[in-house]
């Protein structure tokens, strides 16, 4: 089967390309412009008219005879509603694929609405929040917007924690390139606490090893970057970052400190962790490390949630947490994703 992709000029049309090669189609390529695609992009490609001359569809047909395209996919939207009343009337010379990129892009975002909406029904009824729609909306496209492992459930679960959370700092320790921080920014903002993440971004203090391959020193900039560019996004609040190894961290956040990243309002610490994400290294160690610097910190109340509890690969969090419940009065326990939520009672 051989696909015509028109334009093939926009960001769009590469994305097309890929998604339909994946399926096993010969995908051919056209535009009213000189081309700027990648070698290999398409299968063949060809200059058309633009829309507005009078021999486009004399052009568009028989470059259709001539190469055997069976379906054509605009992914431009004033391309698409052309080629849409040129096939209402009959005068295209192949079947339009799709709905155009407006009405994908509102079917997607109202899938996605129609989710968060049972998302903050959940919250309603699970934990007695009244949740903003907007804000819940913001909170679970973050998978969509930033790379990360967390999971639909897990971002649930840091969204009732993060709008019940008492007063004081939100603490992740292990960022990535930050989708559970943006989310978390998010909370903090619509509670008012600030936010402090803790992360060296180093490959020894992340695998423990001198490590390299994938991700080697110069790889973690590239992440850092990428972690700020998303924080800068979304966060309106008060906001700091920690770049030193969690126990060394520790040694900065105090009552009273002043935590200043540049770019973001300061965080006026006020040696209250109101939650406290662990996510850094999964190690026994390092998990047990983690606990233990951070733990004076934590409020009566405060969230606590073990990064990797019901991993299969690590059991540093699930050794820790446990131990954790056996020495310490916990409560309101669960797991979403593949993390242990529960609250600190001192």
Request: a negative charge; charged letters at 20%; aromatic letters at 8%.
């Amino acid at each position: 089967m051989a696909t015509l992709i028109f334009p093939s000029t926009v960001p769009e049309a590469q994305e097309e390309a890929r998604r339909h090669r994946a399926a096993g189609e010969r995908i051919i390529g056209a535009a009213s412009l000189a081309p700027n695609h990648p070698a290999g992009t398409f299968d063949d490609w060809f200059r058309l008219p633009t829309l507005y001359d009078a021999h486009f569809l004399d052009a568009l047909r028989s470059l259709v005879t001539s190469t055997g395209v069976e379906t054509v996919v605009a992914p431009a939207a004033d391309v698409h509603d052309a080629l849409s009343a040129w096939a209402r009337d009959g005068r295209l010379p192949c079947p339009l694929k799709d709905s155009g990129p407006i009405r994908s892009a509102m079917g997607e975002w109202s899938a996605h609405a129609e989710r968060a909406e049972q998302v903050a029904g959940w919250l309603r009824a699970a934990v007695g929040i009244e949740a903003d729609r907007t804000l819940i909306n913001a909170a679970m496209s973050m998978p969509g917007m930033v790379h990360g492992e967390s999971n639909e459930d897990k971002m649930v679960g840091l969204c009732a924690a993060g709008l019940t959370a008492p007063a004081g700092e939100l603490v992740e320790i292990g960022v990535q390139m930050g989708r559970s921080s943006a989310l978390l920014a998010l909370m903090a903002r619509e509670r008012g606490n600030g936010l402090v993440t803790v992360d060296p971004w180093s490959v020894r203090t992340a695998f423990g090893s001198d490590t390299v391959g994938a991700i080697d020193e110069v790889a973690t900039d590239v992440i850092s970057d990428a972690f700020f560019a998303h924080m800068t996004r979304v966060t309106r609040g008060p906001f700091a970052h920690l770049r030193y190894p969690s126990v060394e961290a520790t040694q900065y956040y105090r009552a009273g400190a002043n935590l200043h990243t540049p770019g973001f309002d300061p965080v006026q610490a006020t040696g209250r962790v109101a939650l406290l994400h662990i996510n850094g290294h999964p190690g026994l160690e390092a998990v047990r490390a983690d606990w233990s610097a951070w733990r004076p910190f934590l409020a009566v109340g405060a969230w606590v949630i073990f990064e990797g509890y019901a991993s299969p690969d690590d059991d540093g969090p699930r050794c820790v947490a446990d131990r954790a419940f056996a020495d310490h009065a916990l409560d309101g326990a669960f797991v979403a994703g593949n993390a242990l939520f529960f609250r600190w009672r001192g």
